[in-house]
């Protein structure tokens, strides 16, 4: 029963690892787009990005 439950337990650890592995890449992917969105914009009103580039 014990090893059972290791097992299950786990198993369970994995699956929430990878789940949050997941919500990382998604919201990593989801700022790059707003990023990339937000230099489109300041290049659409002619100002390149300059003023607010590092």
Do not use: C, I, W
């Amino acid at each position: 029963m014990t090893s059972n439950f290791k097992e299950f337990k786990e198993f369970v650890q994995g699956k929430f690892k990878s789940m949050s592995n997941f919500s990382f890449l998604a919201t990593g992917s989801f700022q790059a787009y707003k990023g990339l969105e937000n230099k489109l914009k300041k290049s659409a009103f002619g100002r390149g990005g300059t003023d607010f580039d590092p």
